[in-house]
């Protein structure tokens, strides 16, 4: 069996990171260590996702009209642009990672000299996007990342996802992995939920959908310590 290792990293930016913020992470900051040990190894491709959004974007509570319009409790319904048959609840959440702002940066501490592609989502102001790849629309997807076509071209087998945040962009885009084939495994420590009580439904779908949840020492990590990418000296 081949084994091609990815390491994705998800949105570890300022806006999603203690102490400023606007979505902040309870303890989101503390994952980066492990982050950059992860980052040391030799995965034959490193990403790291950025949630981009425009100052317009649908998910932003202040983008809509009161009473349902309370960041982190409200919940509205985004129509499909390109089909009204389609439709999706979605919760709202303060302004957060606006291109070219301060709080879409990626942590300074990241080390991001080691990554090789930065994949930017959440563009198109008309969808919510958690996963790296594509909106949740199927008929027909809205907008895509090109982070497959990344990870099919290099010939990845296996995909490691971490970041933030646990319980939504780390969530959907573990699940997209292992839609698009990749064995999918999630670093357990690696991780931050906006709202850990909600894990254990996000452990059961991860469950039915052969997503793994690993910790920092399993043996697959220890196996891309010792990877050699096919060709390489
Ligand atoms: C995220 C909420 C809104 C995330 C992004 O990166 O998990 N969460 N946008
Ligand atoms: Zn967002």
Redesign the pocket.
Same mark, same amino acid.
């Given at each position: 069996m081949p084994f091609v290792p990815a390491l994705v990293i =998800? #949105?570890v930016q300022e806006d999603?990171c203690p102490p400023n913020g606007s979505?902040a992470v309870t303890d989101g900051r503390s994952i980066v260590p492990l982050l950059n040990t992860l980052l040391s190894y030799p995965f034959p491709l490193k990403i790291a996702t950025k #949630?981009f959004h425009p100052r317009n974007h649908i998910?932003f509570a202040s983008n809509h009209p009161p009473p349902n319009n309370k960041a982190f409790e409200s919940v509205i319904t985004i129509t499909n642009p390109l089909n009204p048959g389609e439709s999706q609840e979605t919760r709202l959440?303060p302004v957060? $990672?606006v291109k070219d702002t301060p709080g879409s940066e990626l942590v300074p501490e990241l080390h991001v000299d080691k990554v090789h592609e930065i994949v930017e989502k959440?563009m198109d102001q008309r969808v919510?996007m958690?996963s790296a790849f594509a909106d949740p629309f199927k008929q027909p997807c809205v907008s895509r990342s090109g982070l497959a076509k990344m990870l099919h071209d290099k010939g990845v087998t296996d995909v490691f996802v971490a970041g933030?945040?646990a #319980?939504? $962009? =780390?969530r959907y885009t573990a699940l997209d992995a292992a839609k698009e084939g990749f064995k999918t495994r999630v670093v357990e420590e690696a991780t931050k939920a =906006?709202d850990p009580a909600s894990m254990d439904e996000v452990l059961r779908e991860y469950a039915e959908a052969g997503v793994e949840v690993i910790g920092k020492d399993d043996a697959s990590i220890e196996r891309v310590r010792h990877y050699a990418y096919p060709g390489q000296v």
């Amino acid at each position: 069996m081949p084994f091609v290792p990815a390491l994705v990293i =998800v #949105d570890v930016q300022e806006d999603f990171c203690p102490p400023n913020g606007s979505l902040a992470v309870t303890d989101g900051r503390s994952i980066v260590p492990l982050l950059n040990t992860l980052l040391s190894y030799p995965f034959p491709l490193k990403i790291a996702t950025k #949630d981009f959004h425009p100052r317009n974007h649908i998910s932003f509570a202040s983008n809509h009209p009161p009473p349902n319009n309370k960041a982190f409790e409200s919940v509205i319904t985004i129509t499909n642009p390109l089909n009204p048959g389609e439709s999706q609840e979605t919760r709202l959440w303060p302004v957060h $990672c606006v291109k070219d702002t301060p709080g879409s940066e990626l942590v300074p501490e990241l080390h991001v000299d080691k990554v090789h592609e930065i994949v930017e989502k959440g563009m198109d102001q008309r969808v919510e996007m958690y996963s790296a790849f594509a909106d949740p629309f199927k008929q027909p997807c809205v907008s895509r990342s090109g982070l497959a076509k990344m990870l099919h071209d290099k010939g990845v087998t296996d995909v490691f996802v971490a970041g933030l945040a646990a #319980d939504y $962009c =780390v969530r959907y885009t573990a699940l997209d992995a292992a839609k698009e084939g990749f064995k999918t495994r999630v670093v357990e420590e690696a991780t931050k939920a =906006v709202d850990p009580a909600s894990m254990d439904e996000v452990l059961r779908e991860y469950a039915e959908a052969g997503v793994e949840v690993i910790g920092k020492d399993d043996a697959s990590i220890e196996r891309v310590r010792h990877y050699a990418y096919p060709g390489q000296v």
